[in-house]
């Protein structure tokens, strides 16, 4: 165990050695084309999770034009180039307009930042990062481009720049797991919670019994099936969000979990949850399913978690399950389950406008045909509903009915 743990900790040495012997020549560059009066220029790969391919009509009437073949009829295209491990193209950095040049400048004080971080071993959050220099940086979010850019630049991931995200997630039940010190036994005490583990990379010594993994997108489905004691009746292990535990703790809800995990994040997925959900799929081999609402936002957060988000691309290859299965909401579900008419809703003009941009995105039909199927049935009908509108039926019905026959009767995608 400690020869383990000294191995670790060299390779995270050895990383950051790597890293700042990377800044260090990237900034004796840049002196030396200032020093010459060249001005800088910073080629940045641009990667992206998918690629929206046209339908079939822009295809006749630019077929000179396009880089895509067609694929199968109907409105997909498949693209024949798309791979979100390999960059699409190159972005300039240079100073040669006041908004490049505000980047750059952004972008090497965030280096510098970060370079500090890796000599004295210590973390920041983004947002920490940002109020260091406020009136320079004016935004989060040219933060945040800076630190994808110099991940892209110095290809490497977000943590190996010790740049952490704060992580919503919690666990509890049947696993136990270690981060570097700290010990987390959710085995030996079923109902005490712990948070998912911001530092993902130093989760080691994993332990669990559960039978599966469940996806949860809302947490008012969480308390609901919380309440039911879900976890005593299916015996599950539960990872839900830190924003959550206040609630339930008021409501003095006790979870005894026995045998399966459970994953509730609040809408989109943080970082570490979705590192923390790919370690424990890769490290315990467990089917992984999701629950979402039938609505263009739930089917966008499900792709997420198997295919990544376009924000992050550049690092998908450490973030995407792509084992996860879609257990629910489905457009079919309305009629398959009874939803009563005064639960669903029509699609917003917004609504239509995001489901059919999903629908041109390369991996679905590449990959999961079936959710395609799905999502087109969705803008066929115009119509959606949230996860709770099946408990019109009984209030337990989710948990009673639900989700235990999607699961035996294998009535996932």
Same mark, same amino acid.
């Given at each position: 165990?400690?020869?383990?743990?000294?191995r670790?900790?060299?390779?995270?040495q050895?990383e950051?050695?790597?890293?700042?012997?990377?800044?260090?020549?990237?900034?004796?560059?840049?002196?030396t084309?200032?020093?010459n009066?060249?001005?800088?220029?910073?080629?940045?790969d641009?990667f992206?999770s998918y690629?929206?391919v046209?339908?079939?009509?822009?295809? !006749? &009437?630019?077929?000179?034009?396009s880089?895509?073949?067609?694929?199968?009829?109907? /409105?997909?295209?498949?693209c024949?180039?798309c791979?979100?491990?390999?960059?699409?193209g190159?972005e300039?950095?240079?100073?040669?307009?006041?908004?490049?040049?505000?980047?750059?400048?952004?972008?090497?004080?965030?280096?510098?930042?970060?370079?500090k971080?890796?000599?004295?071993?210590?973390h920041?959050s983004?947002?920490? /990062?940002?109020?260091?220099?406020?009136?320079?940086?004016?935004?989060?979010?040219?933060?945040?481009?800076a630190?994808?850019?110099?991940?892209?630049?110095?290809?490497? &991931?977000?943590h190996?720049?010790?740049?952490?995200?704060?992580?919503?997630?919690?666990?509890?039940?049947w696993?136990?797991?270690?981060?570097?010190?700290?010990?987390?036994d959710?085995?030996?005490?079923p109902n005490s919670v712990?948070?998912?583990p911001?530092?993902?990379?130093?989760?080691?010594? /994993?332990? &669990?019994?559960?039978?599966?993994i469940?996806?949860?997108?809302?947490?008012s489905?969480?308390?609901?099936?919380a309440?039911?004691?879900?976890?005593?009746?299916?015996?599950?292990i539960?990872i839900?969000?830190?924003?959550?535990?206040?609630?339930? +703790?008021?409501?003095?809800? /006790?979870?005894?979990?026995?045998?399966f995990?459970?994953?509730?994040?609040?809408?989109?997925?943080?970082?570490?949850?979705?590192?923390?959900?790919?370690?424990l799929?890769?490290?315990?081999r467990?089917?992984?399913?999701?629950?979402v609402?039938?609505?263009?936002?739930?089917?966008?957060?499900?792709?997420?978690?198997?295919?990544?988000?376009?924000?992050?691309?550049?690092?998908?290859?450490?973030l !995407?399950?792509?084992?996860?299965r879609?257990?629910g909401?489905?457009?079919?579900?309305?009629?398959?389950?009874?939803v009563?008419k005064q639960?669903?809703?029509p699609l917003?003009?917004?609504?239509?406008?995001? +489901?059919?941009?999903?629908?041109l995105?390369?991996?679905?039909?590449?990959?999961?045909?079936?959710?395609?199927?799905e999502l087109?049935?969705?803008?066929?009908?115009?119509?959606?509903?949230?996860?709770?509108?099946l408990?019109?039926?009984?209030?337990?019905?989710l948990?009673d009915?639900?989700?235990?026959?999607?699961?035996?009767?294998?009535?996932i995608?």
């Open positions: 165990m400690e020869g383990k743990r000294r670790l900790q060299m390779e995270s050895a950051s050695v790597i890293l700042l012997t990377k800044i260090k020549e990237f900034t004796r560059v840049l002196l084309d200032l020093t009066g060249r001005s800088p220029l910073i080629l940045i641009r992206r690629c929206a046209p339908n079939a009509n822009w295809f !006749r &009437s630019n077929s000179n034009q880089p895509f073949h067609l694929f199968v009829s109907d /409105i997909f295209l498949q024949s180039f791979a979100s491990d390999l960059p699409y190159k300039a950095l240079t100073l040669s307009t006041k908004s490049r040049a505000h980047r750059l400048v952004v972008m090497l004080r965030v280096m510098l930042i970060v370079q971080l890796l000599q004295e071993n210590k920041s983004k947002r920490d /990062i940002y109020y260091t220099y406020p009136s320079l940086f004016l935004d989060q979010s040219m933060v945040d481009q630190i994808n850019d110099i991940c892209i630049f110095m290809q490497c &991931s977000r190996n720049l010790n740049v952490v995200s704060a992580g919503n997630g919690l666990t509890m039940g696993i136990r797991f270690s981060e570097g010190e700290r010990k987390f959710c085995i030996s005490s712990h948070p998912v911001v530092h993902v990379e130093e989760v080691k010594d /994993i332990i &669990s019994v559960a039978q599966y469940l996806v949860v997108e809302k947490e489905v969480f308390q609901r099936l309440n039911d004691q879900f976890c005593n009746a299916n015996h599950c539960v839900t969000v830190s924003n959550l535990l206040k609630t339930l +703790v008021s409501f003095g809800t /006790i979870f005894l979990c026995l045998n995990i459970f994953i509730q994040g609040r809408g989109y997925p943080d970082i570490p949850t979705r590192r923390f959900l790919r370690l799929v890769e490290k315990l467990l089917p992984v399913y999701c629950l609402d039938c609505d263009p936002y739930g089917f966008d957060i499900l792709t997420t978690y198997r295919f990544g988000s376009m924000q992050m691309a550049y690092d998908t290859k450490h !995407r399950v792509p084992e996860i879609w257990l909401a489905f457009p079919s579900d309305s009629e398959r389950y009874f009563p639960c669903i809703l917003t003009a917004e609504d239509k406008r995001k +489901v059919e941009a999903m629908l995105r390369c991996y679905l039909q590449r990959e999961v045909p079936q959710w395609r199927l087109k049935l969705m803008l066929q009908k115009g119509v959606k509903f949230e996860i709770e509108a408990s019109a039926h009984a209030l337990s019905y948990s009915s639900y989700i235990p026959s999607k699961i035996e009767r294998k009535l995608m």
